[in-house]
């Protein structure tokens, strides 16, 4: 899945360090009017003002963010089946975002907004401290080579500003397919002050996340999948 982050900024050229790369994809007709059409009944436009969650989902219940949902599967699936929970994904490429969107129509699905947006700028500005009740990130970009892993999402700096996003006891979970990404988000979120780590180290997957295609295909490759669930302190 895609994610977004403005992480440090490169002196030398005076250009943020970005976890995200836009990729000059395809679009299928369908993504594109998801894109268009399905985005002026789903989508948020980015502003920077905090949200009223009641106001813009008209009830006022729980809040889940979700940064970098690919093409929108999980998404989709994981708010099927938690009719009464609100969804605010957050995603970059554009065909992702005509994918949910379609899949939103398709499935009659009320409860997910939709913002086109580097999550960064969305966090700091469109959401309020305290005021999610969880956050996901499922297999965000491993940045595999070494000299890449700056640009990895999972950054101290990122941690601390999630975290204060949480409402007391909200969870942030994370998933990859990357062992040695894995222990570096292991080893971020535990020096994190607000978060506490809800199992020894790794967590089994919880029931609300769906295993996905991609996720079976690499089991079968030998892959190992490792969920992280932190829960905030308070």
Request: glycine share 6%; hydrophobic share 40%.
């Given at each position: 899945?895609a994610e977004?982050?403005?992480e440090?900024?490169?002196?030398?050229?005076?250009?943020?360090?970005?976890?995200f790369?836009?990729?000059?994809?395809?679009m299928?007709?369908?993504?594109e009017?998801?894109?268009t059409e399905?985005?002026e009944r789903?989508g948020l436009?980015y502003?920077p003002?905090p949200?009223?969650?009641?106001?813009?989902f008209?009830?006022?219940t729980?809040?889940?963010?979700?940064?970098?949902?690919?093409?929108?599967?999980t998404t989709?699936e994981i708010?099927a089946a938690?009719?009464?929970?609100?969804?605010?994904?957050?995603?970059v490429?554009?065909?992702?975002?005509?994918s949910?969107c379609?899949?939103l129509d398709d499935q009659?699905?009320v409860n997910v907004?939709?913002?086109?947006?580097?999550a960064?700028?969305?966090?700091?500005h469109?959401i309020?401290?305290?005021?999610?009740a969880?956050?996901?990130?499922?297999?965000?970009d491993?940045?595999h080579?070494?000299?890449?892993?700056?640009?990895?999402?999972?950054?101290p700096?990122l941690?601390?500003?999630?975290?204060s996003r949480l409402?007391?006891?909200?969870?942030l979970?994370?998933?990859?397919?990357?062992?040695?990404?894995?222990?570096h988000?292991l080893?971020?979120l535990?020096?994190?002050?607000?978060l506490?780590?809800?199992?020894?180290?790794?967590?089994?997957?919880?029931?609300?996340?769906p295993?996905t295609?991609?996720?079976?295909r690499?089991?079968?490759l030998?892959?190992e999948?490792?969920?992280l669930?932190?829960?905030k302190?308070?």
């Amino acid at each position: 899945m895609a994610e977004t982050l403005e992480e440090t900024t490169d002196t030398s050229r005076h250009r943020p360090i970005r976890s995200f790369v836009i990729r000059a994809g395809r679009m299928s007709p369908k993504q594109e009017r998801g894109l268009t059409e399905g985005m002026e009944r789903h989508g948020l436009t980015y502003a920077p003002t905090p949200l009223d969650f009641a106001k813009i989902f008209s009830r006022d219940t729980a809040t889940i963010l979700e940064i970098g949902f690919g093409m929108g599967t999980t998404t989709a699936e994981i708010a099927a089946a938690h009719h009464d929970t609100n969804y605010l994904a957050v995603e970059v490429h554009p065909p992702g975002v005509g994918s949910l969107c379609n899949l939103l129509d398709d499935q009659s699905l009320v409860n997910v907004k939709v913002i086109q947006h580097d999550a960064v700028e969305v966090l700091n500005h469109m959401i309020a401290p305290g005021s999610l009740a969880g956050i996901h990130i499922y297999f965000p970009d491993p940045w595999h080579k070494a000299r890449h892993n700056k640009r990895r999402l999972v950054q101290p700096p990122l941690v601390a500003l999630l975290a204060s996003r949480l409402a007391p006891s909200g969870y942030l979970h994370l998933a990859t397919d990357w062992v040695p990404y894995a222990e570096h988000m292991l080893e971020v979120l535990s020096v994190e002050p607000l978060l506490k780590n809800t199992s020894g180290d790794y967590a089994p997957r919880p029931p609300w996340r769906p295993e996905t295609k991609f996720e079976r295909r690499g089991l079968k490759l030998g892959h190992e999948v490792r969920d992280l669930l932190f829960r905030k302190v308070g």
